[in-house]
């Protein structure tokens, strides 16, 4: 710290800072998403599918992130991505029609994807391997109580207030921009410790990582497109209905979000992951058969909860990999994530049109897959010992 910087102007308080202003406006977009697209553009399964899939399409294309850091330095690019989520949610209440929802997703996406792109890189590059899981979990907290704010704001200007669409998506995309203003005039340039190639790169010895990445980007759109579409289209939730579950949901994960960290730090991350892929498949197999509303309430907590335990995949790369790996494989990671995010809201919204069932019980076969993945992760990770079975030769690199 220099002599010029104040106590609380640090590398984590500023990813707080950043992370309040990426969910005060996503939670925005994504609790009044299913409720505005079925009551201003009559949208069905189908066109909510092709939604996500557009939605998906900035994090397939995150690898890009990295060219774009040969022009602006990462905390810039960070900047910069969430003014564009801001302005994309301000305006989603504007364009109510398929097209205009199509495009406002659009902008919103880039905005969210190169900025959790970027969040992950620094994360990983300002924390130490023995603080990471733990402040990642706390980041995770503080994410959850700005959802509790958002929320709550949404009861209320839907029931109390009688606020439109339009104005509680100004407000949301507004509090981001403003959040983001205070970011850059606030806090001074942090450098990293490692200095960061500027190029594309997969490693063979990273492959259970990519696998990893990419399971998560399947299964984690069963829960995110159509577990919320099940509780509006099923059970009828309105905009209060949803909010309400999201308060309670949030609650939750502000209690244990920071203890689901340090467990991971404690009980290691093959332990971890394997206990999250068998709750998931429990989740997706009840899911597929729930006839209550309130169970479903339930299980969308639980779903939502053992998801925080993925942070164990970021903690895992962290280990195996070289420290100047991590802006580069931030990129490909997310790409690899969303190769199967792109394509399955799509296909799975036609079969959601058949058969709802099918498609959470798709997601438990998922969770089988991944918990197969979880297992060949070593007790002990480390550059040189990555897996259990398929081990590739560790070649120290310096970096360019």
Not at 151 to 164: I, P, R, T
Request: with cysteine; glycine share 8%; aromatic share 14%.
């Amino acid at each position: 710290m220099t002599v010029t910087e104040k106590s609380w102007q640090t590398p984590m308080n500023l990813l707080i800072v950043m992370s309040v202003a990426m969910t005060l406006a996503f939670a925005t977009w994504m609790a009044l998403l299913n409720n505005f697209v079925i009551e201003r553009a009559a949208f069905t399964g189908a066109e909510i599918g092709m939604l996500q899939s557009i939605r998906e399409i900035p994090g397939f294309l995150a690898f890009t992130a990295v060219l774009v850091l040969l022009i602006v330095k990462e905390q810039t690019f960070a900047y910069l991505s969430l003014a564009l989520l801001g302005i994309g949610v301000a305006i989603t209440g504007y364009l109510p029609s398929v097209i205009g929802l199509y495009l406002s997703t659009f902008l919103m996406s880039v905005g969210f994807h190169y900025y959790e792109t970027i969040k992950q890189s620094l994360s990983l590059q300002w924390l130490s391997i023995e603080e990471a899981p733990a402040m990642l979990g706390r980041l995770i907290a503080v994410s959850s109580m700005a959802s509790l704010l958002a929320y709550s704001f949404l009861w209320l200007a839907q029931d109390h207030l009688s606020l439109s669409y339009e104005m509680i998506y100004v407000i949301g995309g507004g509090c981001c921009l403003g959040l983001t203003l205070f970011a850059w005039l606030g806090f001074p340039r942090f450098q990293a410790k490692t200095p960061q190639r500027k190029h594309l790169l997969m490693r063979k010895r990273y492959w259970l990582y990519y696998a990893l990445t990419f399971m998560g980007g399947a299964r984690r759109q069963i829960f995110t497109v159509f577990a919320g579409f099940l509780m509006v289209e099923k059970f009828g939730y309105s905009v209060s209905n949803i909010a309400a579950l999201f308060i309670v949901n949030h609650l939750f994960n502000w209690a244990f979000a920071g203890r689901i960290g340090a467990l991971v730090g404690r009980i290691g991350e093959r332990r971890a992951l394997t206990f999250e892929y068998c709750g998931l498949f429990c989740v997706f197999t009840a899911y597929a058969f729930v006839e209550s509303a309130n169970w479903a309430a339930v299980l969308y907590v639980a779903d939502h909860l053992f998801f925080s335990l993925a942070i164990a995949i970021k903690t895992y790369f962290q280990k195996i990999a070289d420290p100047a790996d991590m802006a580069s494989t931030a990129g490909v990671a997310f790409t690899i994530n969303h190769i199967a995010a792109v394509v399955i809201p799509v296909l799975f919204g036609l079969v959601w049109l058949v058969s709802p069932m099918l498609v959470f019980l798709m997601g438990s076969g998922m969770a089988l897959v991944s918990l197969l993945l979880a297992r060949n992760i070593p007790l002990a990770p480390r550059a040189g010992n990555e897996v259990v079975f398929g081990k590739v030769v560790y070649l120290p690199e310096v970096a360019s």
